[in-house]
């Protein structure tokens, strides 16, 4: 009897059991079901709403797949940003733009450099943002120059200026110079020992303290005759702490990227092509023979070694992607392309600096290239290390002081050849936005 009941309080568990396991596999065939349907209506809608943005506007552009758009290498960290971009601008060029997507955001490359310029100056009313994020009441770090629009760019924009004029940066040479020194010194030990050291951090450091302080104490900077404030009618309204912070934040990683890049790649290149450094470190001798050591005038007149940088920016422009976004409804100058408010604007610089048709042979270092007479051959929007019109970079001037410093700093005492450890040729890394060497440039560094 006991056996019996047994039995069949098994068969009655077995039952309730199977009833659980049905009726969870039909939720599960309905959920199943349910998400199927939603990854359909997805997927149409994608398709034929959001990815209809360029075809019914009649505008060129690759097709795009669900849901990334034309970003899957991006998104999925196989390209390097500026890289992916170069290799579309190869590929599509002889099209004056490209309509492309940026997981759901149309985005319009632009590849001829007339409408780079009417993008960046002709039609900057249209365009003067970037289109990127920006919270001051949460990121307060966010609300810099770089990132923030419409009138308050122009209003911090006109605060800055003045930062950033001849007779400032001439005054904070004395600054960079004796970071420059220390640099050399720091690596006199290495050159005694023929070592090999990487550059991308040893070629950093100085902000702009002392004129923020100004800013935020008087709400203009004073000019650099008379002591007097420059356009107080329009500057009149103190920086905040803030604000200061943010600004201070933006100049630190712009000086820290764009100059210790291209004092990186300026050394891997002339540590291939000896010839060159040979030449350039014969026009730094002679003119610091000649004005006894480095003075502002000196740097100045080191016509090669600008050349020698210029090279260095176009084939590795530190930001190679330029972005700007359509501030307002806008007919395309040129073009039958009807650009509404919101559509993404990217220009592919790293595209256009190696470009065979505008730099022949383009992966050679060249310093020639910048000849007056080449430089005078070429469009003036075909070569952009520092963006052009009203928003350019505002400290590419002090950029340049900064880098020809270290350059002279470090070409007057050592002579630089490449490490075994570097890559050659060069490949960037994926993970970072701007042009960086994966794996780093390993140089060896060896007294002149």
Request: net charge positive.
């Amino acid at each position: 009897m006991y056996q019996i009941q047994c039995h069949k309080q098994i068969n009655i568990q077995q039952s309730v059991i199977h009833k659980y396991v049905d009726a969870f596999a039909m939720v599960l065939v309905e959920l199943i079901g349910a998400f199927i349907i939603a990854l359909s209506i997805v997927y149409i809608y994608f398709k034929f709403v959001i990815f209809n943005f360029w075809r019914k506007r009649g505008v060129f552009y690759i097709e795009p797949v669900v849901p990334t758009g034309n970003i899957t290498d991006l998104v999925t960290g196989k390209a390097q940003i500026g890289v992916f971009f170069k290799d579309v601008y190869m590929k599509y060029k002889h099209h004056r733009v490209i309509g492309m997507y940026s997981l759901y955001k149309p985005v319009l490359l632009i590849n001829d450099p007339d409408l780079i310029r009417t993008v960046f100056t002709k039609e900057f009313e249209s365009f003067h943002d970037r289109g990127v994020y920006c919270n001051e009441k949460i990121d307060p770090l966010s609300n810099h120059l770089f990132f923030i629009s419409g009138k308050k760019w122009k209003n911090m924009r006109i605060k800055m200026t003045p930062t950033f004029t001849s007779a400032k940066i001439k005054q904070m040479f004395s600054l960079i110079k004796e970071c420059g020194d220390e640099l050399a010194n720091y690596l006199e030990s290495k050159a005694q020992m023929k070592d090999s050291v990487e550059m991308k951090d040893m070629a950093a450091r100085h902000d702009f303290l002392n004129l923020l302080i100004q800013l935020m104490e008087k709400g203009y900077i004073e000019s650099d005759d008379d002591k007097k404030a420059i356009n107080t009618s329009i500057t009149v309204n103190k920086l905040t702490m803030a604000e200061a912070a943010a600004q201070s934040y933006i100049f630190f990683i712009a000086g820290f990227e764009s100059v210790s890049t291209t004092v990186t790649f300026a050394l891997y290149e002339l540590a291939q092509h000896q010839d060159i450094q040979d030449k350039v470190c014969k026009e730094i001798d002679e003119i610091l023979a000649k004005h006894g050591g480095l003075t502002y005038d000196a740097m100045n007149e080191m016509t090669y070694l600008h050349k020698v940088m210029n090279e260095t920016l176009r084939k590795y422009p530190p930001i190679p992607l330029l972005v700007r976004i359509c501030t307002k409804d806008i007919d395309l100058p040129t073009t039958n392309i009807h650009l509404p408010k919101g559509t993404l604007i990217n220009i592919p610089l790293l595209g256009l600096h190696r470009d065979p048709s505008i730099y022949p042979d383009p992966d050679k270092f060249d310093p020639e290239r910048f000849n007056a007479d080449k430089v005078a051959e070429r469009h003036p929007y075909a070569y952009l290390p520092f963006g052009e019109g009203p928003r350019n970079c505002i400290g590419a001037r002090f950029g340049y002081m900064q880098t020809k410093v270290g350059l002279v700093s470090l070409l007057s005492k050592y002579n630089f050849k490449l490490h075994s450890r570097t890559q050659d040729p060069i490949i960037f890394n994926e993970k970072f936005p701007v042009l960086s060497a994966k794996g780093g440039v390993h140089l060896i560094i060896e007294p002149r």
